[in-house]
C-alpha cells in the first residue's frame, strides 16, 4: 500500500485475485436414470498482469487456481475425488471514459485454456460408477 501512489502512471498493473468458484453441474443419463456430475464449489487463487497500452484498450492475461474436487451425486448417493482446475487466458478491455475519473466501466474479451485433474486416489468401487467413473485423467477445454 505504501507503493501505490507511485503505480498510478505505469504502464503495468500486477496483482493477486482470490474467491470462491461454483460450477455449473451437468447431467449424466443413462438406462438405469440419472446423476449430476461436477466439481464441488471451492477457494480459487491467481495473479493478473495487465498492460495499459492505449488510451481506451487495455489487455490482462489471468492465471487462476481452483482447489474444487470432483463429485457425482444422485439417488441418495455421492461419490467424491480430488481434483483441481486450472485457467489461463488472455482478455482485451475497452475502456471507454476519462481515465481519471474514479470510477471506469470497461467491457472485456478474450480466450484461453481450462486445464482439469483429477488428483485422488482410484478406488475399485465408486458409487455411482454407471453414470461417471472419477479417475486420475485430465482434459484441456478452450476457454472464451
Same mark, same amino acid.
Given at each position: @500500500? =505504501?507503493?501505490g501512489p507511485v503505480c498510478? =502512471? $505505469?504502464e503495468w498493473e500486477l496483482g493477486v485475485v =482470490? #474467491? !470462491?468458484g461454483v460450477h455449473r453441474d451437468v447431467t449424466v443419463t443413462n438406462a438405469s436414470g440419472s446423476a449430476k456430475a461436477g466439481f464441488k464449489p471451492g477457494l480459487a487463487a491467481g495473479a493478473v498482469a495487465g498492460h495499459n @497500452? !492505449? *488510451? !481506451? +484498450?487495455s489487455g /490482462? @492475461?489471468?492465471y487462476t487456481y481452483r482447489f474444487s474436487d470432483l463429485r457425482v451425486k444422485g439417488? #441418495? $448417493?455421492e461419490a467424491a475425488f480430488k481434483g483441481e482446475s486450472h485457467a489461463v487466458h488472455y482478455d482485451l +478491455? !475497452? +475502456?471507454p471514459g476519462d481515465a481519471d475519473s474514479a470510477i471506469r466501466p470497461f467491457v472485456a474479451g478474450g480466450g484461453g485454456i481450462m486445464f482439469y485433474r483429477g488428483t485422488g486416489k482410484e478406488v475399485v468401487y465408486q458409487p455411482l460408477n454407471k453414470f461417471a467413473l472419477l479417475t486420475k485423467t485430465q482434459e484441456v /477445454? *478452450? +476457454?472464451i
Open positions: @500500500m =505504501a507503493l498510478f =502512471a $505505469q =482470490a #474467491g !470462491y @497500452m !492505449y *488510451p !481506451y +484498450l /490482462e @492475461m489471468r439417488n #441418495g $448417493q +478491455l !475497452y +475502456l /477445454e *478452450p +476457454l
